[in-house]
């Protein structure tokens, strides 16, 4: 039900992308991958050639978005998007100002808006596609210094509600997976930038523990199959328990 599928990534040079990007190619799906460092991707590009096309992009420059879909595609469409890509901020909020909220948003909300917009063109992708948004259950439930990130997931819930309605006339639907904390690359750094007790406490909010990229993957997976076919506008907790607590 997902073999077969052109599917987009965005953020698939590490963490849960590059995970999903994995899975995807192992499920038989082809693959067009975006992201920024070819050389963490390359074992994926020589294992499957014919299935994988990696585009080099800045998300930052909106214009240069009909790279992915005029010269990548070639004529064909698209069958799912997954935006993968985002950052995370650890700032007080006396540090914050507009630039760099602006810059947060950049990446995890208008990066997302104006990928759909193309994606959502008749001429890039088939009726019944499947749009997956990575958000968070800081979304949700917030999280002290955290302001600038929490707004952005957020805002990918009310993103992801208006637009499952507005594209259900061509059987697309528009998901959220909202992780709580999974052990990615940008996990880490957090980590590193953190006292011992904090990553302590963060650990015992995740009843379940916190999470690895397997645990996340096919879940998004399966909102991309056509299994998933009367979901839409929903927004589903990955967490370990963090948002039961």
């Not at 038989?28 to 975006?34: E, G, K, P």
């Not at 879909?69 to 985002?86: I, M, N, R, T």
């Not at 959502?120 to 002290?144: F, T």
Request: include cysteine.
């Amino acid at each position: 039900m997902i073999k077969g599928k052109k599917i987009l990534i965005t953020g698939a040079t590490s963490g849960i992308g590059l995970a999903l990007c994995e899975f995807l190619l192992n499920s038989d799906c082809d693959i067009i991958a975006v992201g920024r460092d070819e050389d963490k991707i390359n074992h994926l590009k020589d294992k499957f050639k014919e299935n994988f096309k990696f585009v080099s992009l800045d998300l930052n420059l909106f214009e240069d978005y009909k790279k992915i879909f005029d010269d990548s595609l070639a004529g064909k469409k698209l069958d799912g998007l997954v935006h993968c890509a985002g950052i995370e901020e650890t700032l007080p909020l006396t540090l914050y100002n507009t630039q760099s909220v602006r810059k947060i948003f950049d990446i995890n909300v208008f990066s997302g808006i104006e990928l759909l917009r193309y994606f959502s063109k008749q001429k890039y992708s088939n009726d019944g596609a499947s749009v997956v948004y990575l958000s968070s259950v800081m979304g949700e439930l917030g999280q002290s210094g955290k302001i600038g990130y929490c707004s952005t997931k957020a805002a990918i819930l009310g993103l992801v509600k208006s637009s499952s309605l507005e594209l259900s006339k061509r059987k697309f639907r528009v998901n959220a997976v909202s992780p709580g904390v999974v052990n990615t690359p940008m996990t880490q750094k957090l980590f590193s930038q953190i006292e011992d007790e904090n990553i302590k406490r963060i650990k015992e909010m995740h009843p379940l523990g916190i999470g690895e990229v397997e645990d996340v993957v096919p879940l998004i997976a399966f909102l991309l199959s056509d299994h998933s076919r009367w979901i839409t506008g929903q927004n589903i907790k990955i967490d370990g328990g963090y948002s039961t607590q």
